[in-house]
T-cell receptor, first 112, second 116 residues
Framework: GDSVTQMEGPVTLSEEAFLTINCTYT??????LFWYVQYPGEGLQLLLK?????DKGSNKGFEATYRKETTSFHLEKGSVQVSDSAVYFC???????????FGTGTRLLVSP | GAVVSQHPSRVICKSGTSVKIECRSL??????MFWYRQFPKQSLMLMAT?????????EQGVEKDKFLINHASLTLSTLTVTSAHPEDSSFYIC????????????FGPGTRLTVL
């Protein structure tokens, strides 16, 4: 079945450092890919998405490119802030966006 | 923005008792809601799709008699864990899309269930 693998955390960075969180997937067909973020005490929020190969999703300085040849959707940000500290989930959907398959989540800790 | 709430946020119960978790869409109507569970250091796993006015659709391996889902109104879905056991201890999360066919989903903050 479909699955998502993402790097284990926590990822600990200093403010203004470069961030990469790796995500790879296994799926039949042509899934849509998502990154969700969960801030402490809040529900998951959609951070960005890409619906077809070579699409780049971006939001709040984060970006990820749908790479079909490597089945990857790595999350990047050029300069992280303390406020980016959260848990990041990579996910895919093969069924019209609504049924999601998630990775295990990666906790990001950014220190001043 | 749209908000989904869950109640309670944490619950501790004795083995053998039943626990009800509520999921509410606060400013939109949701004909469909989704229930997930998450074990420590593991993925969110979809348990079931809750459909307003009809039976829930359960994922393979999820016991429908154990996890009762009721979607009685367009803003409320409930998950009841019946005869809970320690292995049911988990983090339960609901989500709801604000309309059909959208790629947007709003997630609740989750409910931590601990069964002693």
């Amino acid at each position: 079945g479909d699955s998502v693998t993402q790097m284990e955390g926590p990822v600990t960075l200093s403010e203004e450092a470069f961030l990469t969180i790796n995500c790879t997937y296994t799926a039949t067909g042509y899934p849509s890919l998502f990154w969700y973020v969960q801030y402490p005490g809040e529900g998951l929020q959609l951070l960005l998405k890409a619906t077809k190969a070579d699409d780049k999703g971006s939001n709040k300085g984060f970006e990820a490119t749908y790479r079909k040849e490597t089945t990857s959707f790595h999350l990047e940000k050029g300069s992280v802030q303390v406020s980016d500290s959260a848990v990041y989930f990579c996910a895919l959907s093969n069924t019209g966006f609504q049924k999601l398959v998630f990775g295990t989540g990666t906790r990001l800790l950014v220190s001043p | 923005g749209a908000v989904v709430s869950q109640h309670p946020s944490r619950v501790i119960c004795k083995s053998g008792t039943s626990v009800k978790i509520e999921c509410r869409s606060l400013d939109f109507q949701a004909t469909t809601m989704f229930w997930y569970r998450q074990f420590p250091k593991q993925s969110l796993m979809l348990m079931a799709t809750s459909n307003e006015g009809s039976k829930a659709t359960y994922e393979q391996g999820v016991e429908k008699d154990k996890f009762l889902i009721n979607h009685a109104s367009l803003t409320l879905s409930t998950l009841t864990v019946t005869s809970a056991h320690p292995e049911d201890s988990s983090f339960y999360i609901c989500s709801a899309p604000p309309s059909r066919g959208t790629d947007t989903q709003y997630f609740g903050p989750g409910t931590r269930l601990t069964v002693l």
